[in-house]
């Protein structure tokens, strides 16, 4: 047998081998995921970057934006202890005017760029959008992704795992023969957070209804809701959003009311 064709039928057999051992389990949804990435090998890569990022970007003092995402995000790290057990909760709120965004990294840092509080007019928002942003970390999509690029490496030339974040870090590039792929996996995605998210702060004592009130607006500022060609999207429509968040509320609410209950 010709010695490359050997060394490609070993590498296959090995890297099947690695897949079918690492299946892990999203919480709520219950999916099965490949995930060849350890918990330590994320936190230290995303430890770094939210410590670079603190040290380059200006930090917000208000008073009210920092009572409110430290009230929102410690309810909701109470609620996700047993996905993240080992997390160091950090949360910082960026002085970054007009910029609506917020994000969760693997080892429990939360941000949130204080253009943010613009939109949300209640704990029960801001909870919607930290919740989801939590939800992407505790169904570790950050390893996933990792994970599927090691793959792709592997399938045209056998890479390290760590060779490819090395040279990766935290940006995703992959060939563009493989954009529309991706786009439909991190639309998966998204969707899957905003079912896990929505359950998060119901259980955290947050009224669901506000994660539908929330992308309503998105909607209308055109925030988060993907483009016109939904196989170059990295998101879903909001309209696909918002019927996905109303098919969810049922059974949130019903979470809510117990968390509610519990609380008195």
């Keep these: 047998?010709?010695?490359?064709?050997?060394?490609?039928?070993?590498?296959?057999?090995?890297?099947?081998?690695?897949?079918?051992?690492?299946?892990?389990?999203?919480?709520?949804?219950?999916?099965?995921?490949?995930?060849?990435?350890?918990?330590?090998e994320v936190v230290k890569l995303t430890k770094a970057e939210f410590d670079r990022m603190k040290a380059s970007m200006p930090i917000s003092n208000d008073r009210r934006m920092n009572e409110w995402l430290t009230n929102v995000s410690e309810h909701i790290s109470q609620q996700v202890f047993w996905d993240m057990p080992l997390a160091e909760w950090e949360f910082v709120v960026f002085e970054m005017p007009?910029?609506?965004?917020?994000?969760?990294?693997?080892?429990?840092?939360?941000?949130?760029?204080?253009?943010?509080?613009?939109?949300?007019?209640?704990?029960?928002?801001?909870?919607?959008?930290?919740?989801?942003?939590?939800?992407?970390?505790?169904?570790?999509?950050?390893?996933?992704?990792?994970?599927?690029?090691g793959i792709l490496k592997a399938g045209s030339?056998?890479?390290s795992i760590g060779t490819t974040i090395a040279t990766q870090g935290m940006v995703y590039g992959v060939a563009p023969s493989m954009s529309g792929q991706l786009a439909a996996w991190d639309r998966a995605k998204e969707s899957e957070a905003d079912r896990i998210g929505m359950m998060y702060?119901?259980?955290?004592?947050?009224?669901?209804?506000?994660?539908?009130?929330v992308m309503e607006k998105m909607a209308d500022m055109d925030i988060g809701g993907g483009s016109t060609q939904p196989w170059n999207s990295t998101h879903p429509s909001s309209e696909e959003r918002l019927d996905a968040l109303h098919s969810y509320l049922e059974e949130a609410t019903a979470a809510y009311e117990k968390a509610k209950d519990l609380q008195f």
């Design 157 to 159: 030339g056998i890479a």
């Design 98 to 149: 007009g910029q609506i965004n917020a994000f969760a990294m693997p080892g429990g840092k939360v941000g949130v760029f204080s253009g943010l509080f613009d939109m949300v007019e209640t704990q029960d928002e801001l909870a919607s959008v930290i919740a989801h942003e939590i939800a992407h970390v505790t169904a570790r999509h950050t390893h996933e992704r990792m994970s599927q690029a």
């Design 201 to 213: 702060m119901a259980d955290a004592g947050f009224n669901p209804q506000a994660a539908i009130t």
């Design 1 to 40: 047998m010709d010695l490359k064709i050997s060394f490609r039928i070993v590498a296959i057999t090995s890297l099947l081998s690695i897949l079918l051992t690492s299946c892990s389990t999203v919480p709520v949804t219950g999916r099965r995921q490949i995930n060849l990435m350890s918990d330590t």
